[in-house]
């Protein structure tokens, strides 16, 4: 699966991209990237994250008990 920051704010339904939510979004999926957690594609103009089966990140997911749990972590992993 592959996205970018500006997607993941069409998902949430934040239609209105203001600068600082988009640049937060950034430094988040950055973040998760530089830990290992997502893989960065910039084989194309705009940058696009990828979150692939074999990922640390798809495997918390998918043993986490809800979105609590993946919130608490990516709390942790930008602080």
């Not at 705009?46 to 993946?70: F, H, M, T």
Request: aromatic share 8%; net charge positive.
């Amino acid at each position: 699966m592959s996205f970018t920051p500006k997607k993941i704010l069409e998902y949430a339904e934040f239609n209105d991209a203001i600068p600082v939510v988009l640049t937060l979004v950034k430094h988040v999926l950055k973040q998760l990237s530089d830990s290992g957690y997502l893989q960065v594609d910039s084989s194309r103009s705009i940058i696009r994250y990828r979150l692939c089966r074999d990922s640390k990140l798809w495997g918390l997911i998918k043993q986490s008990g809800g979105p609590e749990d993946v919130l608490k972590f990516l709390e942790e992993v930008t602080q």
